[in-house]
Nanobody
Framework: QVQLVESGGGLVQPGGSLRLSCAASGFIFRIKGMAWYRQGPGKQREAVAI???????NYADSVKGRFAISRDNAKNTVYLQMNSLTPEDTAVYYC????????WGQGTQVTVSS
């Protein structure tokens, strides 16, 4: 079955960095686009970054220049490097893939606070 397992979240000070990982299984990873979403306190879930099977990336305006999505097809893993974090980046971050229907990971909490 399809599984998406996120890791790498935690508490970080403003201006700090984190790298999230999402280990995928149960489908042919290298041919699917992947995405990271986030849901902050009291907010709707929003797309943060998308990477196509060919490596083309797109970002939400709020994270452009600070976040970078990448993938390692040999490891069936997608990453989200997050730099210059601000308290507004505090959210649960989810890995996502569409395979006929939507699949989500369990989420990993990122808290940016001093």
């Amino acid at each position: 079955q399809v599984q998406l397992v996120e890791s790498g979240g935690g508490l970080v000070q403003p201006g700090g960095s984190l790298r999230l990982s999402c280990a995928a299984s149960g489908f042919i990873f290298r041919i699917k686009g992947m995405a990271w979403y986030r849901q902050g306190p009291g907010k709707q879930r929003e797309a943060v970054a998308i990477i196509s099977s060919g490596g083309t990336t797109n970002y939400a305006d709020s994270v452009k220049g600070r976040f970078a999505i990448s993938r390692d097809n040999a490891k069936n893993t997608v990453y989200l490097q997050m730099n210059s974090l601000t308290p507004e980046d505090t959210a649960v971050y989810y890995c996502y893939v569409k395979l006929g229907r939507d699949y989500w990971g369990q989420g990993t909490q990122v808290t940016v606070s001093s």
